[in-house]
């Protein structure tokens, strides 16, 4: 019902990454990623065109391409878009130059993100956001971030996005194992 259920019950989920085919070499902190991407799949299509969120035709990228930027798609500008998705077991913590790695690079030479962006580079993140220094120093102000904050106010209690999750959840179990 809640993103603070969600956190617990990825926390929960994670110590088992064993028994769910993870390496301890990927360990926990792997299955927590993996289960908080799907998440941002389910979010990202279901508040596609909401004015603060603004991503049409997300799709995550291939695991084989996972080097900084977790999934794309359409910005609110009609230009491409890219999303790197970050779990954090302390939601007050922010992101900062070691979490960023390729993203900004990637972005503009592998997705075609336009250099001059101010909306297309998305930090999604159960945790604060994006550290100010950071933002505004190693970004130069081109990303934004869908943070703990703004994702609160979007699902807790809101029983029809909870039900549409599990629906889009349901229907891609079905269609990869049936």
């Known amino acids: 019902k809640t993103l603070k ?46 004015p603060r969120i603004g991503v049409h035709d997300y799709k995550p990228c291939p695991v084989i391409d996972d080097n900084g930027v977790d999934g794309y798609g359409i910005g609110m500008d009609n230009n491409p878009c890219t999303i790197q998705i970050k779990f954090r077991q302390n939601i007050t913590s922010e992101l900062v130059l070691d979490d960023i790695k390729n993203f900004q690079g990637l972005s503009y030479a592998s997705y075609k993100v336009p250099v001059d962006t101010k909306t297309n580079l998305i930090f999604f993140t159960n945790a604060k956001g994006v550290n100010f220094h950071t933002e505004a120093k190693v970004l130069s102000g081109a990303s934004r971030s869908i943070g703990n904050k703004l994702m609160r106010e979007l699902v807790d209690n809101n029983n029809v996005f909870w039900k549409e999750v599990l629906e889009m959840v349901e229907l891609t179990i079905k269609e990869k194992y049936n």
């Open 5 to 50: 259920d969600l956190n617990k019950k990825i926390v929960k989920l994670s110590t088992t990454y064993k028994q769910l085919s993870y390496s301890e070499k990927e360990g926990s902190n792997k299955v927590k990623g993996d289960l908080f991407e799907i998440f941002a799949e389910c979010f990202l299509n279901i508040f596609s065109a909401h």
